[in-house]
């Protein structure tokens, strides 16, 4: 079932179903331009997760109405996707990209450590969400993992992507999210931001939101993580800054029933992201939504309502199913995706370097191009000397 090329056909073929959803409140910001989708890399999991519409299994309730433009809902453990809306349409992920960053350094980091923060971790959007830590301050990995998931600390990614990106830092760990993005079959995810600020050619589908999801609670250390309520920042004596306590953020730990974690996510440009996750009756199901508006419902409150509509289906309901890591590497990125919105894709380093290798193939194309010409006009000027002196001589033998 964790095929990851599928015919697309029947896909094409199905009408469009409109997702349901509440009438929309004044418009936000104007998003930025999308990749171009491609038809092999929508149907990954399914030809019928093709859809930028609304895809349920037959004869099911219909699904709440939600103000996201995309959403999913899958089992956690036999990866059966049970419904979704546009799965596979690229959205803009917020905080939400931190789940990417947990997938890709938890292996890389041992949470006993103890790291010294920078004052390059501190340079992050001003007004965006924080912590709390300071510059020179001793913090074990593990604290920052939980001011990562609790409170959502912009600071604290940029020090965990540094951390674990080796010699090439913060941008190495961009880059090593990338590449997990491609192992786990996220082909419509990439990160341009360890945090999930917006940057250029940043996006991610609700699809691959789950599939990375499902990555980090294969480790017991982020499902624990995630879980928890509460957790104390220690004090740094040296930078005279308290000891602080910091409380999680998903509100769907406190108020709903089975809750094992989630991530929320927020900018002007992304709109409300969600992830959240739950077990019901030994069944754990995963709720994620992108740009969605607070019209009635809290972003925590919409993914909620769909996991409660997720339980009440049958288990052997599926429309299709969240791909093995490595299943999908098959997939050859699409030639219609810019190189910096491709999982691991070019840093802006390396794309000034492309471009200035093709300049320099261009003029090189340039120049013999004009060497040929010239070969080539001097040649057939030859030519026709060569033809009038053969010309005249036959005509003196006459």
């Known amino acids: 079932m964790a095929t990851p090329l599928v015919p697309v056909a029947a896909a094409r073929a199905a009408a469009l179903v409109r997702c349901p959803r509440p009438a929309p409140p004044a418009p936000g910001p104007t998003p930025t331009a999308a990749p171009s989708p491609d038809p092999v890399q929508r149907a990954v999991g399914g030809p019928r997760l093709a859809t930028s519409g609304l895809v349920v299994p037959p004869g099911v309730p219909k699904p709440p109405k939600v103000a996201a433009t995309s959403w999913l809902v899958a089992d ?6 049970l419904g979704g809306c546009g799965p596979h349409e690229y959205a803009t992920p917020a905080s939400v990209q931190k789940l990417l960053l947990a997938a890709t350094m938890l292996p890389r980091l041992d949470p006993a450590d103890v790291v010294t923060i920078t004052t390059g971790d501190l340079d992050i959007e001003p007004g965006s969400s924080a912590v709390g830590l300071v510059a ?3 913090y074990r990995v593990e604290t920052l993992w939980l001011g990562l998931l609790l409170r959502s600390g912009n600071e604290v990614a940029n020090a965990l992507a540094r951390l674990g990106g080796g010699p090439d830092g ?9 590449e997990q993005a491609k192992r786990l079959g996220a ?4 990160a341009a931001t360890p945090s999930g600020l917006d940057g ?5 589908s609700a699809y691959d939101l789950a599939l990375i999801t499902r990555a980090c609670f294969d480790d017991a250390r982020f499902r624990r993580y995630v879980a928890t309520r509460e957790a104390t920042v220690p004090a740094q004596p040296r930078q005279r800054a308290k000891g602080f306590t910091i409380d999680n953020d998903n509100q769907l730990l406190y108020h709903y029933p ?7 996510g927020y900018t002007d440009l992304a709109r409300h992201t969600y992830v959240g996750i739950a077990e019901r009756n030994g069944r754990r199901l995963v709720v994620t939504l992108l740009g969605a ?4 419902k809290r972003g925590w409150q919409q993914g909620a309502a769909l996991l409660d509509w997720g339980f009440e289906l049958p288990s052997a309901a599926s429309v299709g199913v969240l791909v093995s890591p490595g299943a999908a590497t098959g997939l050859a990125p699409p030639a219609t995706v810019p190189p910096q919105a491709l999982p691991g894709g070019a840093s802006g380093a390396e794309t000034a370097q492309a471009a200035t290798l093709a300049g320099r193939l261009r003029t090189a194309s340039l120049i013999g191009l004009v060497i040929g010409m010239t070969l080539l006009a001097g040649g057939l000027v030859g030519r026709r000397r060569w033809r009038h002196r053969t010309a005249t001589t036959r005509a003196g033998r006459r």
């Open 200 to 204: 250029p050619g940043q996006f991610t």
């Open 136 to 138: 020179g301050g001793r």
């Open 293 to 296: 508006d607070v019209i009635d």
């Open 187 to 190: 082909y419509q995810t990439h």
């Open 258 to 264: 089975g809750a094992l974690g989630g991530k929320t």
């Open 170 to 178: 913060m941008a190495g760990g961009v880059r090593a999210m990338n």
């Open 76 to 81: 956690l453990d036999t990866g059966d996707v």
